[in-house]
């Protein structure tokens, strides 16, 4: 692959969406912003397109992909059921950080729902990622612009840290607002489900839906996930990383480190839940890149508004 070029968005111009648009609908690789995090982008209904992610991801075939659209007219192109449970979450939080994971359309690769019959359906706030997806004209199945398992990228330095020389084209839109994974809810059974935690909290999707199950699914080995962001080590910094649940462990833990003669990365997670979903990722990156030796995270309070910060630490943490 040629080097990977680098294109500001801002300014938004016909010129950077036909890019984009030239480059989707050719099978490329583009990464892009959400308000959530970077998304590595290709054409959802091109089935060499999305084996080129899983190839530049390193990411596991049963790892489905989330597949963005650009309004809610759209997800005819992917799903074979839109139930009404969709139209009521998507006219609340759409376009917004919520995925919706309903059956697939029979034209929908394999690949891209890792051999199950669901799709994981997306409609990002961004007004640029819209426009993309747009002009492209098609579904765009994007999972988070970094080899798999990584710390997910909010810049693009983070996205080229990562796979500079595996996407065609990086298209900079600063860093993302939100910074953390949408929120993944299953509408396949009885009962929504929820995959995976993220800034639409429990009580936001039960003030829609009603009652809301917020166990975690268990997983079979080699087996589809049920939905993307669901492996237990994920989203990692490279450098070890410990949880403390309260300040005296947190303490504890970087006095026992240091003394024992390494370098201690902190970071203190327990303040107001936007902010430190926003920054989390980046407070990350930074702390992998500064060559410490092991990394103490300080958890916020088992709460609904914490529950995606808690899950992506824990993830990350995992030995």
Not at 85 to 107: C, I, S
Request: charged residues 20%; contains cysteine.
């Amino acid at each position: 692959m040629t080097p990977t070029r680098r294109i500001p968005l801002d300014p938004l111009t016909d010129e950077v969406l036909q890019l984009a648009a030239d480059a989707l609908r050719a099978g490329e690789l583009i990464a892009f912003p959400t308000e959530t995090v970077y998304g590595l982008g290709a054409n959802a209904l091109d089935p060499a397109a999305v084996a080129k992610i899983f190839a530049a991801k390193g990411r596991p075939a049963t790892n489905p992909l989330i597949v963005h659209v650009a309004d809610e007219s759209q997800v005819g192109q992917v799903v074979a059921a839109w139930p009404d449970e969709a139209r009521k979450l998507a006219a609340e939080f759409w376009p917004g950080p919520l995925t919706v994971v309903v059956p697939k359309a029979l034209n929908v690769p394999d690949a891209v729902t890792a051999g199950g019959l669901t799709v994981a359906v997306r409609c990002p706030a961004l007004a640029s990622a819209r426009a993309i997806i747009a002009a492209a004209g098609v579904p765009v199945a994007a999972p988070s612009a970094n080899r798999s398992g990584e710390l997910s990228p909010t810049t693009a330095d983070h996205v080229l840290k990562s796979l500079a020389g595996k996407v065609h084209l990086v298209f900079d839109g600063g860093p993302c607002a939100g910074g953390l994974e949408s929120t993944v809810v299953a509408l396949t059974s009885f009962q929504p489900r929820l995959l995976r935690p993220g800034p639409i909290t429990v009580a936001q999707l039960e003030a829609v839906l009603g009652p809301i199950d917020a166990t975690p699914p268990k997983l079979t080995a080699d087996a589809p996930m049920p939905g993307p962001g669901m492996l237990p080590k994920h989203y990692a910094p490279r450098t070890p990383l410990e949880c403390a649940e309260s300040e005296p462990e947190w303490l504890f833990l970087i006095d026992l480190y240091e003394t024992a003669g390494l370098k201690v990365g902190r970071a203190r997670f327990d303040g107001d839940p936007a902010r430190v979903m926003a920054t989390l990722y980046a407070e990350l990156h930074a702390l992998d890149d500064a060559g410490h030796d092991r990394l103490i995270a300080l958890l916020p309070p088992p709460t609904d508004e914490t529950r995606a910060i808690r899950d992506r630490l824990a993830r990350a943490s995992l030995d």
